[in-house]
T-cell receptor, first 112, second 114 residues
Framework: QKEVEQNSGPLSVPEGAIASLNCTYSDRGSQSFFWYRQYSGKSPELIMFIYSNGDKEDGRFTAQLNKASQYVSLLIRDSQPSDSATYLCAVIGGTGGFKTIFGAGTRLFVKA | DTGVSQNPRHKITKRGQNVTFRCDPISEHNRLYWYRQTLGQGPEFLTYFQNEAQLEKSRLLSDRFSAERPKGSFSTLEIQRTEQGDSAMYLC????????????FGQGTRLTVV
């Protein structure tokens, strides 16, 4: 079992729709959770972090965390073509210590 | 401060040669990470430093790879006797050394071994 699992996609949504990206993690001791966006040929860029159960909103982005289910998600409202990228889920903590462990990423396409 | 800086941005080398990459983290960040990323995969952890101490090295990393952070500031990653399978994007990231804080990435060094 991979430590951080994501559906590789691609996930295709029409412009203006809500994109929902999901991630599960295996280490129950994980404490911090991050979403990074990565455009093709570029390095990952942090877009959201969440530490506590529940929802956290930042503009068009909402991160959701459920530690009991070991599940974290990212919702992108009013999706734009510029949101087309790979979204990486990452976790820190537990047996991994202070290193950030990444999933393989989900490719998102927003169709104009 | 302009963020994490990596040099060179691109490196083409012949198989069997040694290469060295440099990373300059955000100045107040104590933790520095090296990752490797291949097409279609997420960043794969290689090693990380807390100040000048190398706290963890991936067991997947062969002994051809070595990293240093001699004064707790910039870091170097050296690959000896490069192989074609080493071709990848090498990413450096840094974070504050307190708790579980987010990491910020440099632009990466793309290595091509021919």
């Amino acid at each position: 079992q991979k430590e951080v699992e994501q559906n590789s996609g691609p996930l295709s949504v029409p412009e203006g729709a809500i994109a929902s990206l999901n991630c599960t993690y295996s280490d129950r001791g994980s404490q911090s959770f991050f979403w990074y966006r990565q455009y093709s040929g570029k390095s990952p860029e942090l877009i959201m972090f969440i530490y506590s159960n529940g929802d956290k909103e930042d503009g068009r982005f909402t991160a959701q965390l459920n530690k009991a289910s070991q599940y974290v998600s990212l919702l992108i409202r009013d999706s734009q073509p510029s949101d087309s990228a790979t979204y990486l889920c990452a976790v820190i903590g537990g047996t991994g210590g202070f290193k950030t462990i990444f999933g393989a990423g989900t490719r998102l396409f927003v169709k104009a | 401060d302009t963020g994490v800086s990596q040099n060179p941005r691109h490196k083409i080398t012949k198989r069997g040669q040694n290469v060295t990459f440099r990373c300059d983290p955000i100045s107040e960040h104590n933790r520095l990470y090296w990752y490797r990323q291949t097409l279609g995969q997420g960043p794969e952890f290689l090693t990380y430093f807390q100040n000048e101490a190398q706290l963890e090295k991936s067991r997947l990393l062969s002994d051809r790879f070595s990293a240093e952070r001699p004064k707790g500031s910039f870091s170097t990653l050296e690959i000896q006797r490069t192989e074609q399978g080493d071709s990848a994007m090498y990413l450096c990231a840094s974070s504050l050394g307190v708790g579980h804080t987010e990491a910020f990435f440099g632009q990466g060094t793309r290595l091509t071994v021919v």
